[in-house]
């Protein structure tokens, strides 16, 4: 398996533009999460879905952002409209579940890294 | 939420093992211990877990006090690329996610 796949790797735009990061899960695991990475407050999980659902998305941080699902091999985190201050990271893994020990461990992509002028 | 407790930063010669420390005095006992390491510009990268017993893979070795209120990530024959910051993961919020703290710096000295 080619591993957690992201794109794009770079984004830079301009204030008030639409932005729309891709994810694609490994094959086989059944849930998906969105992270955010900055200096300033290190890796913070934004959302995470079970089986294509979104079952927590308290850290998304305001209606700017959205998350979709609509299948298995397939996720989209969108920003609308973009500000500075969403410059970061943003990461995306995958695993086949929450139980513990093996099936719990996260395989992350190599992330976004998004610049908002 | 509980964080684990890591020193920020460690340094550590090429070639000699390399023992990163976590406290997590307070974890429940049926949580698991995770290590993830994320070099430069990279994604985190899983290295170990464990529950109670000490744990081997070909990464690293994974040493956990038998209270489970400390452990130790070992890597064995440390080499230029293992620098990168080392996170150890052993508690969750209360939406059962786990949390991340600052981890450790290594860096690996030639």
């Known amino acids: 398996d080619a591993g957690v796949i992201q794109s794009p790797r770079h984004e830079v735009t301009e204030m008030g533009q639409e932005v729309t990061l891709r994810c694609k899960p490994i094959?086989?695991?059944?849930?998906l999460f969105w992270y955010r990475q900055t200096m300033m407050r290190g890796l913070e999980l934004l959302i995470y879905f079970n089986n294509n659902v979104p079952i927590d998305d308290s850290g998304m941080p305001e209606d700017r952002f959205s998350a979709k699902m609509p299948n298995a091999s397939f996720s989209t985190l969108k920003i609308q409209p973009s500000e500075p201050r969403d410059s970061a990271v943003y990461f995306c893994?995958?695993?086949?579940?929450?139980?513990?020990?093996?099936?719990?461990?996260?395989?992350f992509g190599p992330g976004t890294r998004l610049l908002v002028l | 939420d509980a964080k684990t407790t890591q020193p920020p930063s460690m340094d550590c010669a090429e070639g000699r093992a390399a023992n990163l420390p976590c406290n997590h005095s307070t974890i429940s006992g049926n949580e698991y211990v995770y290590w993830y390491r994320q070099i430069h510009s990279q994604g985190p990268q899983y290295i170990i877990h464990?529950?109670?017993?000490?744990e081997t893979n070909e990464m690293a070795s994974l040493i956990i006090t038998e209270d489970r209120k400390s452990s130790t990530l070992i890597l064995p024959h440390a080499t230029l690329r293992d620098t990168a910051v080392y996170y150890c993961i052993a508690y969750r919020d209360s939406n059962y996610q786990l949390i991340w703290g600052a981890g450790t710096k290594l860096i690996i000295k030639p």
């Open positions: 893994a995958s695993s086949l579940g929450l139980a513990g020990g093996v099936g719990e461990t996260q395989y």
């Open positions: 094959s086989g695991h059944d849930y």
């Open positions: 464990g529950l109670k017993n000490n």
